[in-house]
T-cell receptor
């Protein structure tokens, strides 16, 4: 089945620890995105990648880091510098960066205690 | 920053009624898309309308776009309980980022 997979679905971490969220797609899409969603809110763009080995900061990149070493993978690391990391994280991909629909994973709910 | 704002924030209707949601945005766009999100899940793409289009249909969905007013509307006709979800508009502009609005929570009751 083609699609975009996020893992794990739920993640708990202690304050001060870095944590990496996985996002894999087998759709052969060039573009990938990470969004953060807080309760009752819209999606805010953290990082995006137009093509392998390239990525750009979104609107709320502080405290996060990404890599895009392979076309199918775009992991997000939530670092200890992120002041309020508890949120629902969504990964998406699209054929290219312009004018095409995005396909979303099912999300990872991160809780930092 | 959020490009779009949906209105209303929440909408409650009965099954069979039509639901209309509006989206306003701030800057020039290449296209506007509507997505649906069931609680605690990922988003699902519904429809894309390009900046040179004014209206588009897909099944029970009708989307309009008015670039002069920087606004779009999503109409769901003959709503069903299964349409209960949050609906988001998203825009792609000159910066090519896909930017989402704040969403409308739709509740369809039997």
């Amino acid at each position: 089945d083609g699609g975009i997979t996020q893992s794990p679905k739920y993640l708990f971490r202690k304050e001060g620890q870095n944590v990496t969220l996985s996002c894999e797609q087998n759709l052969n899409h060039d573009a990938m995105y990470w969004y953060r969603q807080d309760p009752g809110q819209g999606l805010r763009l953290i990082y995006y990648s137009q093509i392998v080995n390239d990525f750009q900061k979104g609107d709320i990149a502080e405290g996060y880091s990404v890599s895009r070493e392979k076309k199918e993978s775009f992991p997000l690391t939530v670092t200890s510098a992120q002041k309020n990391p508890t949120a629902f994280y969504l990964c998406a991909s699209s054929i290219n960066f312009m004018n095409t629909e995005a396909f979303f994973g099912q999300g990872t709910r991160l809780t930092v205690v | 920053s959020q490009q779009g704002e949906e209105d209303p924030q929440a909408l409650s209707i009965q099954e069979g009624e039509n639901a209309t949601m509006n989206c306003s945005y701030k800057t020039s766009i290449n296209n506007l898309q509507w997505y649906r999100q069931n609680s605690g899940r990922g988003l699902v793409h519904l429809i894309l309308i390009r900046s040179n289009e004014r209206e588009k249909h897909s099944g029970r969905l009708r989307v309009t776009l008015d670039t002069s007013k920087k606004s779009s509307s999503l109409l769901i006709t003959a709503s069903r309980a299964a349409d209960t979800a949050s609906y988001f508009c998203a825009t792609t502009g000159t910066a090519s980022k896909l930017t989402f609005g704040t969403g409308t929570r739709l509740q369809v009751t039997l």
